[in-house]
């Protein structure tokens, strides 16, 4: 089954893949590997703002990671024409916006880890660091970037 129509399965819908904010590109291909910018927390079209342990719960975390990661699908597509062309999810770097005290960070850095293994199988698991950080940009509640490995086209 295609990786799209795998997300139409699970009901989701890929959002359009955003421009970038600042001075860099949403994908650099190099070496067989695609490296993902950071993506941040867009849900239905809006940026998740907020902060884990303070305005947010780990629920909606995992939402906002959820959300950082079909924007990474997007950019994967938008930049290689096609999410089959995808080999395997090598590694996530999730950053959480969160408090001091707040040690939640793996949960919410699975929103994204579960929505790669839901989609790709065994192909979508990974690699991962799940930091806590007292801001990110934009005020939004986490950002994720990645590497994957890519079939030439």
């Known amino acids: ?3 799209e129509a795998r997300l139409a399965e699970l009901g989701l819908t890929l959002p359009v893949a955003a421009a970038p904010v600042a001075a860099y590109v949403p994908v650099v291909i190099a070496g067989g590997l695609a490296y993902v910018s950071g993506q941040v927390s867009f849900v239905d079209g809006a940026l998740v703002k ?3 342990g303070e305005d947010m719960d780990v629920e909606q975390g995992i939402a906002a990671a959820q959300g950082c990661g079909l924007m990474i699908l997007a950019q994967l597509k938008a930049a290689l024409g096609s999410l089959d062309r995808l080999d395997r999810v090598v590694k996530l770097g999730a950053f959480i916006n969160s408090t001091a005290d707040f040690t939640d ?3 919410v850095a699975n929103g994204a880890s579960e929505l790669m293994v839901a989609v790709f199988g065994d192909a979508g698991k990974h690699a991962r660091a799940a930091v806590g950080v007292p801001c990110l940009p ?3 509640a986490v950002e994720v970037d990645a590497i994957v490995a890519v079939r030439p086209a």
């Open 138 to 140: 934009l005020g939004c």
């Open 105 to 107: 960070q793996p949960k």
């Open 50 to 52: 907020g902060r884990l």
């Open 1 to 3: 089954m295609s990786a």
